[in-house]
């Protein structure tokens, strides 16, 4: 398991860089990392910027890392960002596998992006208020 994890203390969430070796221990691994660094802060906001390097995973090793990670972190995340620019198309697939497994996960292909959602999360918010990315519709137009 080649990799590297740094978490930087954002002032309403985490955020960790990973970089090394894409495979599927490697993911397991550094999802498990992430979650021990939300428990000790006490912090369930979390942006994961992925740099790893190496083959995509297929769609069915996407589908087994995340229905295992979301099932392992059930309850805990309040909003997840996920970055990874590499992983093209992958990324919806990734999204609905975690929201439809109860995971508050939003992928972007850019930081920046991540950040912004990320701002607009309440702490505490519930499941239905996590995916806001627009004003509710009367406050829309």
């Not at 860089?17 to 979390?46: A, F, I, P, Q, W």
């Not at 999204?95 to 109860?102: F, K, L, M, Q, Y």
């Not at 920046?112 to 519930?126: E, F, M, Y």
Request: glycine letters at 6%; proline letters at 4%.
């Amino acid at each position: 398991m080649n990799y590297k994890i740094t978490f930087e203390d954002e002032s309403t969430y985490i955020h960790a860089k990973v970089t090394g070796s894409n495979s599927h221990d490697v993911v397991l691994r550094y999802m498990s990392d992430v979650l021990e660094e939300c428990d000790k802060r006490n912090c369930y906001h979390v942006l994961i910027e992925e740099q790893l390097e190496g083959p995509r995973l297929d769609g069915m090793e996407i589908f087994s890392l995340v229905s295992e990670g979301s099932m392992k972190a059930l309850g805990k995340f309040e909003a997840v960002a996920f970055v990874d620019k590499n992983m093209g198309d992958m990324a919806e697939f990734a999204e609905t596998i975690a929201v439809n497994r109860g995971m508050p996960l939003s992928t972007f292909n850019n930081v920046d992006n991540a950040k912004n959602w990320l701002a607009r999360q309440k702490p505490g918010a519930s499941g239905k208020d996590i995916f806001l990315d627009r004003a509710p519709p009367d406050e829309q137009n």
